[in-house]
């Protein structure tokens, strides 16, 4: 069963600089379109060590790529399921 976390401290953290990367990802994505090679959100997100399957946030997003997957509630609070690809860390898991 995947593991219901708040949207808080750590997560949040990880979410919020994920929308201050925008400019760099676009900036990015613009040279490597230029010199012809792969550009998508999730190249710019493997390039740079970031977990592409959550955004590097650490939360699953819901099917449809808008918004992250709420599993359940703690009192009042929604519950996110955790990333399985990355393990809640937003970033790339090497198999060891």
Same mark, same amino acid.
């Given at each position: 069963?995947?593991?219901?976390?708040?949207?808080?401290? /750590?997560?949040?953290?990880?979410y !919020?600089?994920?929308? +201050? #990367?925008?400019?760099?990802? #676009?900036?990015?994505?613009? +040279?490597?379109? /230029? $010199?012809?090679?792969?550009?998508?959100?999730?190249?710019?997100f493997?390039?740079h060590?970031?977990c592409? $399957?959550?955004?590097? $946030?650490? &939360?699953?997003? %819901? /099917? %449809?790529?808008?918004?992250f997957?709420? &599993?359940?509630? %703690?009192? %009042? !609070?929604? !519950?996110?399921? /955790?990333?399985? $690809?990355?393990?809640?860390?937003?970033? &790339?898991v090497?198999?060891?």
């Amino acid at each position: 069963m995947p593991r219901g976390i708040p949207f808080t401290g /750590e997560y949040l953290s990880r979410y !919020l600089a994920a929308q +201050k #990367r925008w400019s760099e990802a #676009r900036d990015w994505r613009a +040279k490597e379109t /230029e $010199a012809g090679r792969p550009s998508t959100h999730s190249d710019f997100f493997r390039a740079h060590g970031l977990c592409p $399957a959550c955004a590097a $946030a650490g &939360i699953r997003l %819901n /099917e %449809n790529g808008v918004g992250f997957r709420t &599993i359940g509630w %703690n009192g %009042n !609070l929604p !519950l996110y399921e /955790e990333c399985e $690809a990355c393990g809640g860390t937003g970033k &790339i898991v090497t198999p060891s």
